[in-house]
């Protein structure tokens, strides 16, 4: 005797979304070989790390003909808009970065070595060190930003403005609700 429980609605075959994409046809085959299992999760989650590879790529490509990839250009971006002097302790840098603190320390010495910023001893902390965005960096974060930001809008170009409001607030709600969660 085959007992299957219903799926949830939301988890069924034509549920309005899209499977001619590699995910959508992902989870058609767990549809169809665990029907028991909502996997409507993967429909969200399985694009989102999907368009993390897409994104990188695009923005890497657009910073390319600056000599920057997207990790150093993070750097130099983040002094740039913390405003004059331009310059954080590691710990605040690290802390606005969207990336993991591994590597930011050989991060900052290669920056550094291209003359892009300096490290220098906190006078207020005599244990601190301050990150400093040089007039070097600055230009070349000043040269990269709008082409940064024209990669980030063709990537987003399918969207109307109303749309990008919208897909940025549930991004920020999914963002908010698993900083909560353990992994």
């Known amino acids: 005797m085959d007992v299957r429980v219903k799926p949830p609605a939301a988890n069924r075959a034509g549920s309005g979304r899209r499977a001619d994409d590699v995910v959508g046809r992902g989870v058609a085959q767990w549809r169809s070989e665990r029907p028991d299992l909502d996997s409507s999760g993967k429909e969200v989650v399985g694009r989102l790390l999907h368009l993390e590879g897409v994104v990188l790529q695009a923005v890497n490509a657009a910073l390319a003909p600056h000599g920057l990839k997207y ?21 605040n840098l690290q802390a606005r970065l969207l990336f993991t603190s591994g590597g930011l320390s050989n991060l900052l010495k290669r920056l550094e070595g291209s003359g892009w910023i300096q490290r220098t001893d906190d006078p207020e902390d005599g244990r601190g060190v301050l990150v400093s965005l040089t007039a070097k960096g ?6 990269a930003m709008p082409d940064h930001a024209d990669a980030e809008l063709r990537l987003l170009r399918m969207f109307s403005p109303q749309e990008r409001d919208q897909l940025a607030g549930l991004l920020a709600r999914m963002m908010d609700g698993s900083e909560a969660v353990d992994a």
């Open 138 to 143: 600055r230009r070349l974060a000043d040269r």
């Open 71 to 91: 990790l150093e250009y993070a750097v130099l971006a983040t002094l740039r808009v913390s405003g004059a002097p331009y310059r954080m302790t590691p710990s």
